[in-house]
């Protein structure tokens, strides 16, 4: 059997270094490639086509979740593993509902990792027992059923969201972008007439709340 080719995802070079030593001693996975952000993850991708993508979810530029949806929606045949530090119910439910498969706390044991990938690998969802237990039951329904305002907004308008959250000037989101200064202004009127959310303190809160930035 072909082993399974892993892209690993996360900020901190020494997180990535582990996971590698992690990986490497477990048999039939290989990691072909490493990404420090969700935008060098998605060019990997492309070039690599793993099966298995392990991801961080604070990442600048473009977070976890929006490179899941991204990853998910270009090439449905990926798995997505999150690997985070967040607990919080709403980074699971938004991490699930944008197509991941499992979603691992950092400070789980080594063997957790293992069984999260072989249930994985088995066409199995994961989630570590210590995330909300509530999850587990409901999150199929309640990720398709119920509507939440950041579900409304398009790609585009969460990533200027991200981008506004992490404190970058309108002139900074256009270069990034690669968008006029006029048409982010624009994204910026329509996230705050659309969320009812008329300041940047309060995007910002709103960009924490729903898992798009963490600090």
Same mark, same amino acid.
């Given at each position: #059997?072909?082993?399974?080719?892993v892209? @690993?995802?996360?900020?901190?070079t020494?997180? +990535?270094?582990?996971l +590698?030593?992690?990986?490497?001693? /477990?048999?039939?996975?290989?990691?072909?490639?490493?990404?420090?952000d969700?935008? %060098?993850?998605?060019?990997? %991708?492309q070039?690599?086509? !793993?099966?298995?993508?392990?991801?961080?979810? &604070?990442? !600048?530029?473009?977070?976890?979740?929006?490179a899941?949806?991204?990853?998910?929606?270009?090439? !449905?045949?990926?798995?997505? @593993? /999150?690997?985070?530090m967040?607990?919080?119910?709403? =980074?699971?439910?938004?991490?699930?509902?944008?197509? &991941?498969?499992?979603?691992?706390?950092?400070?789980?044991? !080594?063997?957790?990792?293992?069984?999260?990938?072989?249930?994985?690998?088995?066409?199995?969802? =994961?989630?570590?027992?210590?995330?909300s237990?509530?999850?587990?039951?409901? =999150?199929?329904?309640?990720?398709?059923?119920?509507?939440?305002?950041a579900t &409304?907004?398009?790609?585009r308008?969460r990533?200027?969201l991200?981008l506004?959250?992490?404190?970058?000037?309108?002139?900074?989101?256009?270069?990034?972008?690669? @968008?006029?200064?006029?048409?982010?202004?624009?994204?910026?009127?329509?996230?705050?007439?659309?969320?009812?959310?008329h300041?940047?303190?309060? @995007?910002? +809160?709103?960009? #924490?709340?729903?898992?798009?930035?963490?600090?």
């Amino acid at each position: #059997m072909n082993p399974v080719r892993v892209l @690993l995802a996360d900020d901190h070079t020494l997180v +990535r270094a582990g996971l +590698r030593k992690l990986l490497e001693a /477990i048999p039939d996975y290989v990691v072909v490639g490493e990404a420090g952000d969700g935008l %060098a993850l998605l060019e990997l %991708a492309q070039q690599l086509q !793993p099966g298995l993508v392990l991801m961080d979810i &604070a990442m !600048p530029g473009l977070n976890g979740i929006e490179a899941t949806a991204r990853l998910v929606k270009s090439w !449905p045949n990926i798995k997505v @593993l /999150i690997l985070s530090m967040h607990q919080n119910e709403e =980074y699971v439910r938004q991490a699930l509902r944008q197509g &991941a498969v499992a979603y691992l706390l950092k400070d789980a044991a !080594p063997m957790e990792l293992e069984l999260a990938l072989s249930a994985v690998m088995r066409g199995e969802t =994961y989630l570590s027992p210590a995330v909300s237990k509530g999850v587990v039951h409901d =999150y199929v329904q309640r990720l398709r059923d119920e509507e939440q305002p950041a579900t &409304a907004l398009s790609p585009r308008q969460r990533e200027v969201l991200q981008l506004i959250a992490e404190g970058h000037s309108t002139k900074e989101i256009a270069r990034r972008l690669e @968008l006029s200064v006029k048409t982010v202004d624009t994204h910026r009127s329509q996230l705050m007439r659309q969320l009812d959310i008329h300041e940047v303190a309060g @995007l910002v +809160r709103y960009a #924490m709340r729903v898992g798009l930035v963490s600090f």
